[in-house]
């Protein structure tokens, strides 16, 4: 009997391991196949050309690939982003954890879920319609596809992320820490925020790690509310952000052009971003653990 668990422990350890290596597989291949399409484009640009370029004009009689537009609207639409939705999401969480009724946590959680499975392209669809002709209005522009545009919605969508992975990790504090905290006297509201957040930190970034992950990979809803036109970004004209410009783009390059092998590049850019900010946020994480 001993035996026959030991054996079904076994296999399941190496299911497990074998999905861990597909996983590790996975992002093996991508950045592999990313460096070898995307490498020759940036050597026939030049790199400083490339990355630091101001204009983007692959049609043009004399083609121009520089991408510093894309990459600073990128930066400053996810960090608008963050700066608007990380803190609605995070008090949210923190009021269905600790202070909300059951009733009311009920029916926030519900539409937390409800937004978490909207797809892109309706929020997209809803902020072209609704956001902006109201950006344009409130403005006075004359066109409200802009980068504001795309910071509102690129905020809406990263709640649902950031407040269900915050409220999941305050929930798991272990009481006892709140308990102690209340037998020396301190407030419900000193206890949740100095004691069960700071418990829960790890979770609350691991949140917002997963709310900049969804801000910058996002495509569809942003090509619909940002205008998509490669300008030096400014908070209300029209911009186009790193992955936009690969989406909007690759459907009718040429197969094997100095285009296309632009946009495999665009695209390693893109990807490289991520890892950097995932590596700093998991650095510091770490770091604060050590200390």
């Not at 923190?94 to 009724?101: I, P």
């Not at 009718?252 to 590596?279: D, E, K, R």
Request: charged content about 10%; some cysteine.
């Amino acid at each position: 009997m001993k035996s026959k668990k030991q054996l079904i422990e076994n296999i399941i350890h190496g299911v497990f391991l074998i999905l861990g290596l597909i996983t590790v597989a996975c992002v093996l291949v991508i950045t592999i196949y990313l460096l070898v399409a995307g490498i020759p484009a940036i050597n026939k640009i030049g790199f400083m050309k490339f990355m630091f370029g101001t204009k983007w004009a692959p049609t043009a009689s004399e083609p121009a690939y520089g991408i510093l537009p894309f990459i600073l609207t990128s930066v400053y639409g996810t960090s608008g982003a963050i700066i608007l939705g990380v803190p609605v999401g995070f008090f949210t969480s923190v009021y269905l954890a600790k202070f909300a009724s059951p009733k009311m946590k009920k029916i926030v959680e519900t539409a937390v879920s409800l937004l978490a499975g909207i797809p892109s392209v309706v929020y997209g669809l809803v902020g072209m319609i609704v956001l902006v002709p109201a950006v344009r209005k409130v403005f006075n522009l004359p066109d409200g596809a802009s980068l504001f545009a795309a910071i509102i919605i690129l905020a809406i969508m990263i709640l649902p992320s950031i407040i269900k992975v915050s409220m999941t990790s305050l929930e798991a504090v272990p009481p006892e820490y709140e308990e102690g905290s209340f037998a020396l006297g301190a407030t419900p509201v000193e206890t949740y925020f100095r004691v069960s957040v700071t418990a829960a930190k790890s979770g609350i970034v691991a949140a917002i790690v997963l709310g900049v992950g969804r801000a910058i990979g996002e495509a569809m809803a942003v090509i619909m509310v940002s205008g998509n036109v490669a300008n030096m970004p400014s908070l209300f004209q029209s911009v186009r952000f790193l992955t936009t410009a690969v989406s909007s783009e690759m459907s009718y390059v040429s197969a094997g052009s100095l285009h296309q092998q632009a946009l495999f590049s665009i695209a390693l850019v893109l990807f490289f971003f991520i890892m950097l900010i995932n590596a700093c946020l998991n650095f510091f994480l770490k770091r604060d653990k050590t200390n």
